[in-house]
Antibody, heavy 119, light 103 residues
Framework: EVQLVESGGGLVQPGGSLRLSCAASGFTFSSYEMNWVRQAPGKGLEWISYITSSGTTIYYADSVRGRFTISKDNAKNSLYLQMSSLRAEDTAVYYC????????????WGQGTMVTVSS | DIQMTQSPSSLSASVGDRVTITCRASQSITSYLNWYQQKPGKAPKLVIYAASNLQSGVPSRFSGSGSGTDFTLTISSLQPEDFATYYCQQGFTFGPGTKVDIK
């Protein structure tokens, strides 16, 4: 079964750090571009980061650039999001999503992991 | 940056109704437009990709059309399991969403 499973969310104080993981299974992870998308409580979807299949090209949303780092370990079939200098407005459910070859569609999503930034 | 808008922001409909949701891009995006369905507490699910292509496993009552700047998602006969929020997406930008609830 094609699957993505996120982990690593939790409660963190403002200014703190957290590392999210996304474990992939059921497909050739090394062949796919991957993304992180988040959703604040009661709000819409916000794309935050993208990485190519080999990890050579990376993009970030302005809202997280300089604070978040995406990485991909094809040997471990895992995607990561290192988050630092966290703010209250980073509170959200974080999803990893596989990007379908061509068309930029996110065809497989994880179940999401909740990150709460609060003192 | 390309901006995406959706209309309406919400709608109420009955089972069996034909429902149409519109997504507009601030500049031409050819056919690189995707649609997602999200139910409360769940991850989004890809419904339509490249404007008019039905994702595998999605019922045929869903269809998409459009190109350039204007796109539509149509549900031909709304079913109970279709009540959800629908988002369009182009590149790294999602539309604000359209909530479809029960009349």
């Amino acid at each position: 079964e094609v699957q993505l499973v996120e982990s690593g969310g939790g409660l963190v104080q403002p200014g703190g750090s957290l590392r999210l993981s996304c474990a992939a299974s059921g497909f050739t992870f090394s062949s796919y571009e991957m993304n992180w998308v988040r959703q604040a409580p009661g709000k819409g979807l916000e794309w935050i980061s993208y990485i190519t299949s080999s990890g050579t090209t990376i993009y970030y949303a302005d809202s997280v650039r300089g604070r978040f780092t995406i990485s991909k370990d094809n040997a471990k079939n895992s995607l990561y999001l290192q988050m630092s200098s966290l703010r209250a407005e980073d509170t959200a459910v974080y999803y990893c999503a596989r990007e379908r070859t061509a068309f930029g569609a996110f065809d497989i999503w994880g179940q999401g992991t909740m990150v709460t930034v609060s003192s | 940056d390309i901006q995406m808008t959706q209309s309406p922001s919400s709608l109420s409909a009955s089972v069996g109704d034909r429902v149409t949701i519109t997504c507009r891009a601030s500049q031409s995006i050819t056919s690189y437009l995707n649609w997602y369905q999200q139910k409360p507490g769940k991850a989004p699910k890809l419904v339509i990709y490249a404007a008019s292509n039905l994702q595998s496993g999605v019922p045929s009552r869903f269809s998409g059309s459009g190109s350039g700047t204007d796109f539509t998602l149509t549900i031909s006969s709304l079913q109970p399991e279709d009540f959800a929020t629908y988002y369009c997406q182009q590149g790294f930008t999602f539309g604000p969403g359209t909530k479809v609830d029960i009349k």
